[in-house]
């Protein structure tokens, strides 16, 4: 059974940083591509970085490039989110997921919320 828990989230200031935790069990994800993606209120669910097995050559959606880096620690099949100068519009729920995404892996997420 596959699991993803994601972790980090939290109430920031508009520019500060967060930095977001993905654990898969269930899942070899070292051999999977993972995305991170979130939900705001109202809208629908997007995808934000996603990053090969490899590590090389990330995506990231144009509202947060330069702003957001997606890792991952095969070893300890962890992916993470890096997020800096936050903004209140990157408020919302955010997801791990492998990409494309698999129904059924969905988690709860964790709520990042940015004060203005």
């Known amino acids: 059974q596959v699991q993803l828990v994601e972790s980090g989230g939290g109430l920031v200031q508009t520019g500060g940083s967060l930095r977001l935790s993905c654990a898969a069990s269930?899942?070899?994800?070292?051999?999977?591509?993972m995305g991170w993606f979130r939900q705001a209120p109202g809208k629908g669910r997007e995808l934000v970085a996603q990053?090969?097995?490899?590590?090389?050559?990330?995506y990231y959606a144009a509202s947060v490039k330069g702003r957001f880096t997606i890792s991952r620690d095969n070893a300890n099949n962890t992916l993470y989110l890096q997020m800096n100068s936050l903004k209140p519009e990157d408020t919302a729920v955010y997801y791990c997921n492998t990409v494309p995404s698999v129904r059924g892996y969905w988690g709860q997420g964790t709520q990042v919320t940015v004060s203005s």
């Open positions: 990053i090969t097995p490899s590590g090389v050559t990330p």
């Open positions: 269930g899942l070899t994800s070292s051999s999977r591509t």
